[in-house]
């Protein structure tokens, strides 16, 4: 179900004051533990939101830049090779070759990890791939990647 117009505004009216605020902040500022917010969040940000508003061009774009980011931590990246996997999905024309090679790189990162969550996101993204394309042979095998 698409999301309501008011929605969809208001969402992108907050990424948009998010990035303004974030760009408004004193780079020098030393930032509490707690509230250590950077740029790499703001792009996993930008990815979810566009993400959820099922516009996968700009989340897959905003997610490929927080790849670039140094300061992304590894959880992160886990997490938005699956969103991108997701996000390929959602193309009328979605590319097959483009969803494996993400899907396997959020995978690879996930059992580095030992993170659970990654994982569980992992085999998510799995299902909906052998939705996407039930009977493909790669896409199967794309379990050993999880279960080694």
């Given at each position: 179900?698409p999301c309501?117009?008011?929605?969809?505004?208001?969402?992108?009216?907050?990424?948009?004051k998010?990035?303004a605020?974030?760009?408004?902040?004193?780079?020098?500022?030393?930032?509490?533990?707690?509230?250590?917010?950077g740029?790499?969040?703001?792009?996993?940000?930008?990815?979810?939101?566009?993400?959820?508003l099922?516009?996968?061009?700009p989340?897959?774009a905003a997610?490929d830049?927080?790849?670039?980011?140094?300061?992304?931590?590894?959880?992160?990246k886990?997490?938005?090779y699956?969103?991108?996997?997701?996000?390929?999905?959602?193309?009328?024309?979605?590319?097959?070759?483009?969803?494996?090679?993400r899907?396997?790189?959020?995978?690879?990162?996930?059992?580095?990890?030992?993170?659970?969550?990654?994982?569980?996101?992992?085999?998510?993204?799995?299902?909906?791939?052998?939705?996407?394309?039930?009977?493909?042979?790669?896409?199967?095998?794309?379990?050993?990647?999880?279960?080694?």
């Amino acid at each position: 179900m698409p999301c309501p117009i008011r929605e969809k505004q208001d969402a992108l009216s907050a990424l948009k004051k998010a990035k303004a605020l974030f760009f408004a902040q004193d780079p020098g500022a030393t930032l509490p533990i707690f509230a250590d917010y950077g740029w790499a969040n703001v792009l996993l940000n930008e990815g979810h939101v566009y993400y959820h508003l099922g516009d996968p061009a700009p989340s897959i774009a905003a997610l490929d830049q927080l790849q670039e980011e140094r300061a992304a931590n590894a959880t992160w990246k886990a997490q938005a090779y699956t969103e991108q996997t997701l996000a390929e999905l959602m193309h009328p024309s979605r590319d097959m070759e483009y969803a494996i090679d993400r899907w396997i790189k959020g995978a690879q990162i996930a059992r580095q990890l030992s993170s659970q969550q990654r994982r569980r996101e992992s085999l998510s993204a799995l299902v909906a791939m052998q939705s996407a394309w039930p009977g493909e042979r790669r896409i199967a095998e794309l379990r050993e990647h999880i279960v080694r």
